[in-house]
């Protein structure tokens, strides 16, 4: 029988280098699904939690229960349901702590945590909240916001408008990637009715929901959640 041809020692060295990396790429994503480096996310998330930190921590003390149910969840495809209170405080309790447990912290007393947030979550608002207004809510909506255009509200008028169908694409992009906080009042208004949808994102991806209550977030900020009122 002929012999068979021997790749080249170099080749194989190649081939096996390409292996591994690919192997690293997969253990250690460059960037999210949305195409946003992480390690700017992180950095975002770095600054966002220092900035945040008194207002949450030192001013105001947030106090945390039901952490430790946060410890034995998934990865990815997990939603967060919760009430709303502020634009942004609300989200940023939340990513506080996130990045606390994930350092297997209860609380938020320990900032270390910010040294190494989680960056793998993610949170549902307006689109003419977080594009439409100057360029700080950009900033945040690179740390992990999924605008989606509301079909019944718009400049604080009541609409009839047609669905967005982008939103759930971009749902089911970030569950299979990490955790997902929708508020689904879609309102700051205190006792606001609960808007259609977040049924069809539970019936359609079957994520682990988890069940969320913020109070006191509206007395200690302004309505953005950006301003400390006391």
Same mark, same amino acid.
């Given at each position: ?6 790749? *080249? ?17 997969? +253990?250690?994503?460059? !960037? ?14 770095? %600054? ?14 947030? !106090? ?19 009430? $709303? @209170? ?9 990513? $506080?702590?996130?990045?606390? #447990?994930?350092? $297997? ?5 320990? *900032? ?37 255009? +509301? ?5 604080? @008028? ?30 700051? #208004? ?5 808007? !259609? ?19 006191? %977030?509206?007395?200690?900020?302004? !309505? ?7």
């Amino acid at each position: 029988m002929p012999n068979q041809p021997v790749r *080249p020692r170099r080749n194989r060295l190649l081939s096996t280098s390409r292996m591994y990396r690919r192997r690293l790429k997969a +253990r250690l994503p460059i !960037k999210d699904p949305f195409g946003n480096i992480l390690l700017v996310k992180r950095l975002i998330m770095l %600054l966002i939690g220092l900035v945040t930190y008194a207002g949450m921590n030192i001013i105001n003390r947030l !106090k945390v229960e039901g952490a430790e149910h946060l410890k034995n969840l998934p990865d990815k495809n997990v939603l967060f349901v919760s009430n $709303h @209170q502020t634009y942004f405080a609300d989200v940023f309790a939340l990513f $506080h702590i996130f990045s606390a #447990t994930k350092w $297997h912290f209860l609380n938020i007393n320990l *900032p270390v945590y910010l040294l190494w947030p989680r960056v793998k979550s993610y949170y549902i608002a307006a689109a003419e909240t977080m594009l439409e207004s100057g360029w700080l809510p950009r900033f945040f909506t690179y740390a992990g916001g999924i605008t989606i255009k +509301r079909n019944w509200r718009r400049a604080g @008028q009541d609409i009839q408008g047609g669905a967005d169908l982008s939103a759930p694409i971009k749902i089911k992009k970030a569950l299979s990637f990490g955790w997902v906080i929708t508020f689904p009042q879609g309102t700051t #208004t205190p006792n606001a009715p609960v808007r !259609k949808g977040t049924d069809n994102i539970i019936k359609s991806y079957r994520p682990i929901v988890v069940p969320v209550h913020i109070e006191g %977030l509206r007395e200690a900020f302004d !309505k953005k959640g950006l301003r400390i009122r006391k």
